[in-house]
């Protein structure tokens, strides 16, 4: 047995000890069953006004929004279900959205839901300013006539349904919370109206929740009591958690084991069309990544059709740019790259670049599909005189570090994106919209010309959608032209759960959101 082996297999047996712990304490004390999810990633931030990353699966199942959105099936289009809003009427102009309450829903803290407590979450994620609160710009005043309705006050027509119904910086938070700082939520205090409270948060290990009093909602027959996030960056105790009963639930498992997971009759894996594109931003703040044709040459380099055979085993899809398919506002004919090692050489050449250039691309660790993209890429690089150096990080260092100066950052940093809500101008203004300090523009690339039709496109969402589209697929083209970043591939959502669970369905809009309020055993 080697090293490796030997401490994967003492981790699994002192995960399996803590699991089996928690199960025995939950039964002793009738509370029922714990469901666990092998997580392969951090939580690094829990404050429902600011959080916008992993976290939001942790919160999605203690905090809700207005409303929830539902895909489109084979048989059905997509729509916009109540939530914490019952109903809700739009003005003719679009400028004014009036939203009917649900009566009777209590905060964990007892308090009840009112117009008040809608008001008063949204103003402080507004006034915050982090994470996605920019969903609510065209926000101008939101008002109480009553305890159960909320009226917005717009400046440019949007979709305010929609917006509501957004994975980041759309929960209620109850109103006692209103004035506690980021600490108060990161220290594993929470305040919403969910299914689920936490009870124990241990960042980088852990964060459990247990089922909420007086919860508002449907609970199913045999719904579970506790669950349990448990973070495993390594994907072979993932797998072998899953495998072994210990987890419930995980993703992020190379696709090469897929097919022999398919073959466990104690699994299911789920294989569904995704909302998210793996890419690479390109830093375009050094040298000499800041010259046009190197870039363009870098992605002429990018083995495409590779990654998707041997990293995703055929079930990823050619990325079209920014938008992937299913979201209005996605290019299909959008002028992309082909891996061709000759024209790479060529546009090389002409700008200088002699061979012996050095790159550092970063990616998370529980990323195979960046690994294996990261792998096939040097290796075509390398054909080129250029060096590739890969960089797996933990999350959180990864986007801290790019998050630095971008003179000391990283080359290429290399992520997945879903959406905030189902929009492309998520995709756009987080990715490539200009940004005096850098959140998720991590390539740093600022044109004025791209932020004026990604402004003007935004304005126009809730009133000519066909002319916001056109605008929004002008920006994307630039960004291309630009060559900003190299778009690898579409890949499809692969989650693992296992069999005796009832009531699992992946909502592509919620990326890597587990409901668990839905399921039972």
Do not use: C
Request: proline residues 6%; glycine residues 8%.
């Amino acid at each position: 047995m080697n090293r490796r082996h030997f401490l994967q297999t003492a981790a699994l047996a002192a995960l399996a000890s803590a699991t089996s712990s928690r199960w025995n304490l939950a039964m002793a004390e009738g509370s029922g069953s714990i469901f666990t999810l092998a997580y392969p990633t951090s939580f690094p931030d829990l404050d429902p006004a600011t959080s916008f990353s992993n976290d939001g699966a942790v919160l999605a199942n203690v905090y809700e929004g207005l409303t929830r959105y539902i895909p489109a099936t084979e048989t059905a289009e997509a729509k916009i279900e109540p939530l914490l809003a019952t109903s809700w009427d739009v003005s003719e102009d679009g400028k004014t959205w009036t939203f009917h309450l649900r009566d009777g829903v209590k905060f964990h803290d007892g308090s009840p839901l009112t117009s008040e407590a809608v008001k008063g979450s949204i103003e402080r994620t507004k006034k915050i300013g982090g994470g996605a609160a920019f969903i609510w710009g065209s926000v101008t005043s939101i008002e109480t006539p009553d305890p159960l309705t909320v009226v917005f006050a717009l400046s440019d027509p949007q979709p305010i349904d929609l917006i509501a119904s957004a994975g980041f910086a759309a929960w209620i938070y109850a109103p006692s919370s209103h004035d506690k700082d980021n600490a108060w939520f990161n220290g594993g205090n929470d305040a919403g109206t969910g299914p689920f409270h936490i009870s124990r948060y241990e960042p980088g290990q852990r964060a459990v929740l247990d089922r909420a009093e007086d919860y508002w909602g449907k609970v199913p027959e045999g719904g579970f009591q506790t669950v349990s996030f448990e973070i495993i960056e390594d994907t072979t105790l993932a797998q072998n958690m899953i495998e072994s009963g210990q987890a419930d639930w995980t993703y992020s498992i190379p696709f090469e084991n897929l097919e022999a997971m398919k073959a466990n009759p104690d699994l299911r894996v789920v294989v569904n069309p995704s909302f998210e594109t793996l890419f690479g931003l390109y830093n375009v703040k050094r040298a000499p990544l800041d010259k046009v044709k190197v870039r363009q040459a870098l992605s002429l380099a990018f083995p495409y059709d590779d990654v998707i055979s041997a990293g995703t085993m055929g079930l990823g899809t050619r990325a079209k740019g920014v938008v992937p398919a299913g979201i209005w506002g996605h290019d299909a004919e959008a002028p992309i790259p082909q891996t061709d090692l000759k024209a790479a050489a060529a546009l090389l050449a002409e700008e200088g670049v002699e061979p012996g250039l050095e790159l550092v691309m970063t990616y998370s660790t529980t990323q195979a599909l960046s690994a294996v993209a990261g792998e096939l890429w040097k290796a075509n690089l390398e054909t080129l005189g250029i060096k590739l150096t890969l960089q797996p990080m933990a999350w959180e260092a990864q986007w801290q570090l790019g998050k630095s100066n971008p003179e000391a950052a990283q080359d290429i940093f290399v992520m997945f994106w879903w959406p905030t809500f189902v929009t492309p101008y998520d995709y756009l203004v987080s990715l490539f919209h200009s940004e005096e300090k850098p959140n998720f523009n991590l390539g740093y690339y600022s044109n004025a010309e791209v932020d004026a039709k990604i402004d003007e496109a935004a304005k126009l969402s809730g009133t000519d959608r066909p002319r916001a589209e056109k605008l929004f697929i002008e920006a994307q083209r630039k960004v291309i032209e630009d060559a900003a970043a190299v778009f690898m591939v579409d890949r499809p959502n692969v989650h693992i759960i296992r069999s005796d669970i009832k009531g699992y369905d992946d909502n592509p809009a919620y990326g890597h959101v587990t409901f668990v309020n839905e399921l039972s055993r």
